[in-house]
Nanobody, 127 residues
Framework: QVHLVESGGGSVQAGGSLRLSCAASGNTNTRLCVGWFRRAPGKEREGVAT????????YYADSLKGRFTASRDSAGNTVYLQMNSLEPEDTAMYYC????????????????????WGQGTQVTVSS
């Protein structure tokens, strides 16, 4: 069992920055894939970024590459999503999710692969 606790989120002006965090607890002695997902009103849930806590390997959605950065702390218990140059279209509920992995490769962005989910945090970007 892995418990995910999110923090961050809020309202920012277009062009601003925000950093989301996702703290993992419980059975975290094995490496995890941690994914960031978002769902905007009227749209399907989409993968934003992923990070392998064992290796630090990351994946980004093409449309977000260069603006969003996923990272991990030294212990691998917390992952972050640095969001820069935010746009109104980034407004969504953001979720972190995780599943256990045995390798150090890049993590899938398929939401179906993820077993544990955080509660979500709202990000609102104003024009």
């Amino acid at each position: 069992q892995v418990h995910l606790v999110e923090s961050g989120g809020g309202s920012v002006q277009a062009g601003g920055s925000l950093r989301l965090s996702c703290a993992a607890s419980g059975n975290t002695n094995t490496r995890l894939c941690v994914g960031w997902f978002r769902r905007a009103p009227g749209k399907e849930r989409e993968g934003v970024a992923t990070i392998n806590t064992g290796s630090g390997n990351t994946y980004y959605a093409d449309s977000l590459k260069g603006r969003f950065t996923a990272s991990r702390d030294s212990a691998g218990n917390t992952v972050y999503l640095q969001m820069n140059s935010l746009e109104p279209e980034d407004t969504a509920m953001y979720y972190c999710a995780a599943f256990r992995v045995a390798d150090f490769g890049v993590c899938t962005a398929r939401s179906q692969a993820y077993d544990y989910w955080g509660q979500g945090t709202q990000v609102t970007v104003s024009s």
